[in-house]
């Protein structure tokens, strides 16, 4: 479902799965809280992600809270037309921090 990788000190989470839903969200939620403790900078790559349905997003949403209440930085990278789509329509866009590629999120992140 995902693989995480470290470059640069940041986390790399490239999620392989095409739909991310409740479900989805929820155990990547669950794989990085035990993650935050140790490490406080994180990339999501959604490069394989086509949909994002309300219960996922809804899960994305609470690991970004999550995050901050840690003092950990998230950013998502790849994101296809359709998840930019549904990000700019719930103006979740201006809450999350989004690169376009994975180079440009590690170089956010460790601003």
């Known amino acids: 479902m995902m693989t995480i990788e470290e470059q640069d000190e940041v986390q790399v989470v490239h999620l392989e799965a095409r739909v991310v839903d409740a479900k989805t969200a929820g ?5 990085l809280q035990e993650l935050m403790p140790h ?12 949909l994002v349905d309300s219960g996922g997003l809804a899960g994305i949403v609470m690991l970004l809270k999550n995050m901050n209440s840690q003092q950990c930085k998230m950013v998502l990278c790849n994101l296809s037309k359709p998840v930019v789509t549904l990000f700019q329509l719930t103006k979740m866009d201006r809450l999350f921090k989004i690169q376009p590629d994975l180079k440009a999120a590690i170089g956010q992140c460790v601003e």
């Not at 155990?27 to 794989?31: A, D, G, L, M, P």
């Not at 490490?39 to 086509?50: E, G, I, P, S, W």
């Open 27 to 31: 155990h990547i939620r669950e794989t």
């Open 39 to 50: 490490h406080k900078r994180f990339v999501l790559d959604l490069a394989a992600t086509q």
